[in-house]
């Protein structure tokens, strides 16, 4: 069967991808609440935040983008929940195919959506005066870090996706991956946050990552903070893929 | 029952045993399905027909037994299994979000065959969906998302059909529809396993009844065979009714389903 994995992968997300295009109002959504908090911050709370650096649009937009992600994902558990739900992942997983490519086909998808999503968010905050000097191959690693970001979360959501109850449950997971960049240095400096908020901020990943990309866009040294976000994206793709696995193997016997 | 040639056996159960948790849902269910025969497992809910029925169709795997499907077992030979059978689930399996022509082609494309378009062409024209080929499944009605998924099972003429209570929650005409697909498809040489809790559908349908209890089977056998189970019928003078199924069936104008039920008395 696994000559076919990859033409049955493709078959699979043909069909994936026209669940989003077909219903566009997931990207909204997704992209609707990140550009909302972008205005707030920018227009109404942005002046009265010390950040050191010329424009505060320039400062947040990697946090954002990261919010971004983590409401996209949310969709992600939601379609693959509803394929549980409505016996289509049992008529697959009782035909001839490979089987795994039901999973990919998801993931392939929550790839695709997120990028869109990214994508528009991008140009509003460039309508917004972002601005970056970064080259080709800053933009290219910013983008490989977005993407490995968005497939960590992706089996995140694999996994709510399988073991949900109810389509609420599915999407809850994603409140706190989304909260979470307001506990980085996404929106203020660390500096400013007592002892151990400021501790939890420096320490957990979406600091590294928000702080490499802010220096690739500002086209200054990234240091060392790419490796911590590397390191952290890796392994929580890792952990979380090994888990979706293990709910995987429960559902398909 | 009688020992047939392992040839002639489409279906073989043994012993076969499944508990969630605490809740012992098979104890011990053995039966046999004849090649290109109807064979209705009756049972209320709960019985474990669903259960058994996922076991067959390798999506759950039995404590204890073995099962085996055109010679084939569902523990050791599972994609061997998948590649001579079709499910179609209690729920229609089909996709909301795409057009019924999109389902169908959908399939053909993941059972690798050839002309997937022309293959869904025949079978919307089949099950009177042509006119509905491009709208989205989602403005279907029941009937009509059943036949769909009906259809959908059909793509790559697999051996063995499993039909998990397939007329559950139709009105009667749509009912009546789904019968005669599956008449057709044994008339056609197809095995078909079909679960049901409506007594009338297994009389309508079935070559061979098993009832499954409390997860034993407690009976099987031919309609006649089960008859024979009761004491012998007394003569009784009792003017006919028609039921309220042909009444309204007549009322609706539905030639189609009233002449089939009644040929199928005649007979």
């Known amino acids: 069967m696994t000559t076919y994995f990859f033409g049955d992968t493709a078959v699979l997300t043909g069909r994936t991808l026209r669940h989003v295009t077909r219903s566009m109002d997931t990207i909204i959504t997704t992209a609707i609440t990140p550009i909302a908090m972008m205005l707030m911050f920018v227009y109404v709370f942005g002046g009265a935040i010390d950040t050191g650096s010329d424009k505060y649009v320039n400062y947040m937009l990697p946090g954002i983008l990261l919010i971004t992600i983590a409401s996209g994902i949310a969709y992600t558990a939601l379609r693959l929940f509803t394929d549980m739900t409505s016996g289509i992942f049992d008529r697959f997983q009782s035909m001839p195919i490979a089987r795994s490519g039901v999973l990919w086909a998801h993931v392939l998808t929550s790839l695709v959506a997120n990028l869109i999503s990214l994508v528009v968010v991008v140009v509003v905050a460039l309508l917004m005066g972002f601005r970056s000097g970064a080259g080709v191959l800053a933009w290219l690693a910013v983008a490989g870090i977005l993407l490995l970001f968005t497939l960590a979360l992706t089996w995140i959501a694999v996994i709510a996706g399988l073991s949900a109850k109810t389509a609420e449950g599915g999407g809850a997971f994603a409140y706190p991956l989304i909260f979470l960049p307001f506990l980085s240095s996404a929106f203020v400096p660390t500096a400013t946050m007592p002892g151990p908020v400021r501790a939890f901020a420096e320490n957990q990943p979406v600091t590294s990552i928000v702080n490499t990309i802010r220096d690739l866009f500002a086209q200054q040294p990234v240091g060392d903070d790419i490796w911590t976000a590397l390191a952290w994206c890796v392994g929580v793709l890792v952990v979380a893929y090994l888990f979706a696995m293990v709910a995987y193997r429960k559902k398909i016997a | ?267």
């Open chain 2, 1 to 267: 029952m009688t020992a047939r040639p392992a040839a002639d056996v489409a279906i073989r159960v043994r012993g076969l045993e499944k508990s969630y948790g605490k809740l012992e849902v098979l104890r011990g269910v053995d039966f046999d399905v004849a090649r290109g025969s109807i064979f209705a497992l009756l049972g209320s809910n709960g019985a474990g027909k669903t259960t058994t029925v996922r076991i067959l169709a390798t999506l759950l795997k039995a404590d204890a037994g073995t099962a085996g499907v055109n010679d084939f077992d569902v523990a050791t030979q599972a994609a061997d299994v998948r590649a001579s059978i079709s499910l179609t689930g209690q729920f229609a399996a089909v996709d909301e979000i795409l057009s019924g022509r999109e389902n169908l082609v959908l399939v053909a494309k993941l059972r690798h065959l050839k002309d997937p378009g022309a293959i869904a062409d025949d079978l919307l024209r089949r099950f009177s969906l042509t006119d509905a080929a491009a709208r989205r499944v989602s403005a279907y009605s029941g009937g009509m998302r059943r036949r769909l998924d009906i259809a959908m099972s059909l793509i790559g003429n697999s051996p063995v059909i499993f039909l998990d209570e397939p007329t559950a929650g139709l009105d009667p005409e749509a009912r009546i529809e789904v019968w005669q697909t599956v008449k057709q498809l044994a008339g056609s040489g197809t095995t078909v396993l079909l679960t049901t809790q409506y007594l009338d559908e297994t009389e309508q349908l079935a070559d061979r009844i098993a009832i499954l209890h409390e997860g034993r089977i407690i009976a099987n056998g031919t309609l006649a065979e089960l008859k024979q189970l009761l004491p012998a019928a007394t003569v009784e003078y009792v003017e006919k009714q028609p039921t309220l199924e042909e009444v309204f069936l007549a009322v609706i104008g539905d030639k189609n389903g009233a002449a089939g039920t009644i040929t199928r008395e005649q007979g």
